[in-house]
């Protein structure tokens, strides 16, 4: 059609051309045919070809890109990968700048800060289909002033993993895992005198570099004993919560059960495999360590809830949490919504551990992967299902990067010093308030 249009244009000019031609005396300025620039966008428009969205996720994106385009023929999907947490923070923010925002882009934290600076749009219609089947604490940080701004894709928690032959070794019980922070002190002790060097009672993951995922790990403690360090919506650092003290000594001590070196090791995956290869019997585990441990030759890796203080509750945090965002600058904003909600609906959900080996966000997702799977990994789903208590890490509205540096440098403090913990954490909290 669009054609037939451009080729009875170019005859209507020529037309007019040789009648021009014709009249001499005529002035060029009052004849020259005005709709030409109308009917040149016109036929731009009708031959620019597909919608391209272009999304920026992790490797899973690439899993929903065939699916997606079949369900959306108009549409082909730009995906790339640009790198995770502060770098991908970074990126975002460039492309932002320079007008060149991606359409959709994935990522776990920053959600509110982008949302508080206007760089998000809301996406309560596109999530009130999908909520009452949502994991709730896989999106509550994304709510910003009432509005929710990110769609969760897959997700993950924590559980206490256990070396069977290393608990047994030293003389304990391996059906037995301990449920009190208390029992998990006691055991630890116990498996690192009868280990005499060979072996130890806990790995702890120390706060190296920019890294959080000591902070990640160590935070679920902090949540087991209400001990919140931050205040206003979990937006400003209250490192100095008094309420923090009794659970850093418990970290503290912990650490004294931690193979020699490992706790400052900057290597994630050495601190993780030291349980996988004999030497240590505990250490917090995320979602994906079964088959980690599986691969790394582990015999008899188990997994159950974490212990808890006598006066705490349960609770947990979401890790690994894959949340889509939709920029402000997007040039498809409805086809933005389709993706999100696309990556969300109860039959993606259904491929997620399939395709990726991370959980699904959704209670139906979940509940139907429990028969298909093993003990191990229904530890981590009876915790997305039944824990009342998941949370995220906090969303920091001032320098997140160098807020966190600052929690690395209190953890740090608490690892290696012996200095008193109200005294390390008063310091800590002069040391952030000074981030502008």
Excluded at 333 to 339: C, K, V
Aim: proline letters at 7%; hydrophobic letters at 35%; charged letters at 25%.
């Amino acid at each position: 059609m669009f054609r037939l249009k451009k080729q009875m244009f170019i005859v209507q000019l020529l037309v007019i051309l040789v009648v021009l031609s014709g009249c001499g005396g005529a002035e060029p300025a009052n004849t020259a045919p005005t709709a030409k620039p109308v009917e040149e966008k016109q036929v731009e428009e009708v031959d620019s070809g597909p919608i391209e969205l272009v999304v920026w996720s992790s490797d899973f994106g690439l899993e929903l890109t065939e699916a997606f385009e079949k369900e959306h023929p108009n549409v082909k999907v730009i995906m790339s990968d640009m790198g995770w947490d502060q770098e991908l923070y970074q990126n975002t923010l460039n492309a932002i700048q320079t007008g060149n925002a991606p359409d959709v882009v994935v990522g776990e934290s920053y959600v509110q800060r982008l949302a508080s600076e206007g760089h998000l749009l809301p996406l309560d219609e596109v999530i009130n289909d999908l909520k009452t089947d949502l994991v709730p604490g896989t999106y509550i940080d994304s709510e910003y002033e009432g509005n929710v701004y990110s769609i969760p894709l897959f997700t993950g928690v924590f559980t206490l993993e256990r070396n069977c032959e290393v608990v047994e070794k030293a003389g304990l019980d391996c059906n037995s895992p301990p449920t009190s922070w208390d029992e998990l002190l006691e055991q630890a002790k116990t498996i690192t005198e009868q280990g005499e060097g060979d072996y130890y009672g806990y790995s702890i993951q120390g706060p190296t570099g920019l890294s959080v995922g000591s902070i990640f790990r160590l935070a679920v403690y902090l949540e087991q004993a209400g001990a919140p360090i931050c205040k206003n919506s979990c937006t400003e650092p209250y490192f100095n919560n008094p309420d923090t003290i009794a659970v850093l000594e418990f970290i503290r001590e912990l650490n004294r059960f931690t193979p020699p070196g490992l706790t400052l090791n900057p290597d994630e995956g050495q601190v993780y495999t030291a349980l996988f290869e004999g030497k240590s019997a505990y250490q917090i585990a995320g979602s994906w360590h079964p088959n980690w441990a599986k691969d790394a030759g582990c015999k008899d890796c188990r997994y159950s809830p974490l212990p808890f203080p006598d006066e705490g509750e349960a609770a947990n945090k979401v890790v690994g949490n894959a949340v889509y965002m939709v920029l402000a600058q997007s040039k498809h904003p409805e086809m933005a919504y389709e993706w999100v909600k696309f990556a969300a609906s109860p039959e993606r959900q259904e491929t997620v551990f399939a395709k990726s080996g991370r959980l699904p966000v959704s209670r139906s997702a979940l509940t139907k992967l429990k028969p298909e799977v093993d003990e191990a990994v229904n530890t981590f789903i009876d915790e997305l299902l039944n824990n009342p208590n998941l949370a995220g890490l906090p969303q920091w509205r001032i320098d997140p990067q160098r807020t966190w540096g600052v929690y690395n440098e209190l953890l740090m403090d608490v690892l290696t010093t012996e200095k008193p913990i109200g005294e390390i954490i008063e310091e800590a909290q002069l040391n952030v308030e000074k981030i502008k």
